[in-house]
């Protein structure tokens, strides 16, 4: 296994990597909507949120050697479920593809946000 860890992406806010590759798949761990440079969360509202954590993705993609074309299915949670039209407009703009997905409301996410991503992409030998 490869560990992934970039400066370009939200540092763990627990015992856990930014990524793991194994063969040639990236399990990417959940990317809430913090601004990597400051450690925290961007202002704004679930569009500017959404645009936020799919960037983190996107750096955790790269570093591993991978990028959105290759993302095989994502996981997304939401605070609101009444904020899925929109979210779908952001991420729709990264995830050209349409990997498989499920998309689920919570009770709680980190840090008080409105939504969390994660992926499973291939990774470019």
Request: charged content about 15%; glycine content about 8%; proline content about 5%.
């Amino acid at each position: 296994m490869q560990f992934i860890s970039t400066e370009n992406a939200p540092a763990a806010i627990g015992p856990y990597s930014q990524g793991v590759v194994t063969g040639n798949l990236l399990f990417a761990s959940g990317q809430i909507p913090i601004v990597p440079t400051t450690g925290k969360v961007i202002e704004g509202g679930i569009a500017e949120q959404t645009t936020q954590a799919c960037r983190n993705v996107g750096a955790i993609l790269k570093a591993a050697g991978s990028n959105y074309d290759k993302v095989v299915k994502t996981t997304c949670f939401l605070a609101d479920m009444n904020d899925f039209a929109a979210f779908n407009e952001v991420y729709s703009k990264f995830f050209i593809v349409k990997p498989a997905r499920s998309c689920v409301a919570v009770k709680d996410l980190p840090k008080g946000v409105l939504c969390e991503i994660e992926v499973v992409a291939e990774v470019i030998q």
